[in-house]
Each structure stands twice: as C-alpha cells, then as structure tokens.
C-alpha cells in the first residue's frame, strides 16, 4: 500500500537514494504527522517521477528518508500557461492552489491597467503550489512567476504561443476553441483570465490584434475571477489537455 | 447606465412598484455604500427578472426603493441540481458561492457514509448563494437544502432525473457524459460530487445501479471538492446547459 502522505523534496529520488529533510519537513512528519522509524512516506521533486520512501533517521531538527521503490512515472502536464490578476489574498491563493491541480505548467500573475495589487508574495504563492501538487497527487509542481505587467508580456508574446483570453464582455458567448486546434496537434497554450475590474479598451484593442488570441465566453453570468481560471482550465483541458 | 449596486429583494417587482427596505438593506445601501436619494440600484426577485430603482425614502432603519425599468428578463438556470458533501467552512461556502455563479438552480448538501458533517447552517449557505446571485448579475438564486443523508436521497431519487456522478477512483477515465443527452432534449440532472473522503463501497455499488447515474472523470490529478464542483458544473454546462 502506498503511503498517506505526499511531501515534495528538492532533492534527487531513486533507487537506494537517501533524502536529508529540513528542520520544517522534520517537524512536519514527526511532529504533526507523528511518523515514525520506517514510516512510508511518497516523494516526488518534479523530475524523477513519485517514489516511496521510509523513515530511516527521526529526529527534531531534522532527519533522513530512504527511497525504496518508483510509484509513479514522472507526469509533465501540458505546456499550458495560466495568466491572471492577483485579487485578494484569499482569492489568488485559491488561483493558484486551483491552477496547479488543473495542471497548468506555468503561473504567471500579470498587473493589467484595472488591477489594484502592485505586488505579491511570490514564494508564498509557490508554497500554496507545492502543497496542492502534494495534495492532488501530482508529480510536477507548477512554477510561480514574480509579478509581470500583462502589457511587457504581450509584447513579447511566443510567436507559437495560442492565447485562451476570457472577457466578461462576451459572457454568453460561444466557450469553444476554434476546432483547428486539436488534441492530436499539441502546443503551446496560455489562458488569461480578466480582472475583476475588466479589461481596458487598449488592453483588449491589443489582444484582438494579436493573431494567437482566441476569446472564449465563460457562460451568461459573471464569474468571479477564481471560478473562472477553474472553468476555463477545464474547458481547455477538456479540449485541448491531458483530460480524457 | 444600468446602477452598479445589485440587490436580492423578497418582494414583487415591476412598473411603479414601491420596495421597503429591512434594517439591514438599508444598512447597506445608505450606510456602507452610501446612496443617497435619487441613485440608482438594480433590484431582482428571482421571479420578475432585473429592475432598476431608484432610492425614494432613505433612513438609518429603513427606505423605500421605486422601480423604474425592466433591465433584464428573467432568466432560469437550467433544472440541475449540485449534490455535495460538506466540508470545512471556508471551501463549503466557495462551493455553494460557486454553484450559484456557475448556474445551479438547487444545492444539496449531502451527508455521505465518509463525511464528518453532521450539520450545516442553511441560512449562512442561503445568504451566500444569495451574495453570489447579486455579484454575478443572475436574476435567480438557487435555493440552498438541508443537509440530508445521501443514501436516503438516492433510494427515493426520481426517475427522469439524470447523474453525473464524479468519482476521483476514475481518475483518467473519460470526462464527457453519454451523447445520447444532447443540447436539443434538455431534461432534469444532478451533479454528485464525492466526499474528500470518496465514496464507500456501498455508495458505489448503489451508484452503479442506478439507471440515471453515469460517472465521469476530472481529468488525471485528485481534484479537492471545491474545484471538482467548479469543473463538473463547466463540463456539464458546456455540454448540456446554458454555455454557448
């Protein structure tokens, strides 16, 4: 049987591969999940897919682990990038947890002209990753870029790069992607969901322009900017990802 | 311009009709969003669609409102119903929230053999679907029931309303539901999203001999519960509900 718990490590993983834990993962194992010697915990870094391993040292300021056999192969997620503007705390946190079990590749918060947040915590953001992908069974934690105007990133949009861009505007809309981009033909995705304040005029005289963006309509109501990077990331997955 | 502060009254709706407000309408409107008289509020009712008004007796305890104009028809969800297992605070009130903006037009919180739930606080759930309503420009708010134990649910389960029931055990399986259930032929479903917990093996066997039911996967990774009903509510929507 494999084990409860999942922890991501910073570490290589393999066959006989011991794992130092930091002073944290010690207190987390020991003392919250009360391990002991020869406890199984999963382990997976992003790259050598999930391995079970076994408590071999415990210990209060840390300890070491013991990989015993591969449970998983490593699982990259689509190349697909999620673009949104940071809200309030408790909202993007949940973004970016939500994005990460949807199995985006690539969180990147963008300052729009309607976007009040000037700044966010980055690493903070990248543990609520971590702790989804250990959460939803993941072998890949999604990385969270620093802050980006969205205007410098669309002027220097991938040329092979599609665009998923939600308006508000259109809510009742069509929610399907142009068929020509099939499941057989796989590339380089992003979505960006709008800001709850909208996106301005020249934000969305620039997006038209661009030949990679395809808008899409999320429904007839207006969701929430957390609901809507959920729905969108299941209407691309469902079309265009990993989903069956 | 359509006014910007949207709200749910209990009261009929239409050409010179007059709204009082309750202490806490009042509260809102006067106090924290500081209307004065003359301005402009949208008003629905979940029957009469959306109204403008126009802000005629303002007081500390309560006001009067006056309907102007019809702005929007009202407008049903399609007849789905979310079935769900409550779980901590703060996710069960995204859920109910969620399920109001993505266009439930019923949520059932369930009671299932591996949920902790005993209770629910209906009216702190009703209040949120009704916030959500507001916030989304819906002009229906789903009704919020109490929380009920899922096999009794099931046993008296009626006969021409169709499941989609979520299972994280077919993690990878497919996520579209059977083609015979098109657009054109619409007819009455229910999402049942499992328990963090997942089903029982009784609720499962029972599941699977149900005519109605029919599983579906959300995609490769273990979704958490708030998340599954946002991705459910997308895929059925977009295959057999209100999304373009």
Known sequence: MNAKVRLYVDHPLGEGQTV???????????GVMRLGMGDGVALFNGRDGEWQAEVAEAGKRGGTLACT????????PPDLW????????????????KAAEMGAARILPVQTDHTNSERIRQDRLQA????????????????????????????????DRQLMFCDEALAGGSSALPDAFAKTDP????????????????????????????????????????????????????QLGDWG
């Open 128 to 159: 609520h990753a971590v702790e989804a992908a250990e959460q939803c069974g993941g072998t890949w934690v999604p990385e969270v870029a620093d802050l980006t105007r969205l205007d410098r990133l669309l002027s220097d949009w991938p040329e």
């Open 69 to 76: 056999v591969q449970s998983a192969p490593l699982r990259l």
């Open 20 to 30: 130092p834990l930091s002073r944290e993962q010690a207190h987390y194992l020991f």
């Open 187 to 238: 590339r380089p995705w992003a979505i960006l969901i709008g800001p709850e304040g909208g996106f301005s005029e020249a934000e969305r005289t620039r997006l038209a322009a661009m030949e990679q963006a395809h808008a899409v309509a999320l429904g007839p109501r207006i969701l929430r900017a957390d609901t809507a990077a959920v729905a969108a990331l299941t209407l691309w997955q469902r």
């Open 82 to 97: 999620l673009l949104f503007a940071p809200i309030k705390k408790t909202r993007t946190d949940f973004i970016v947890e």
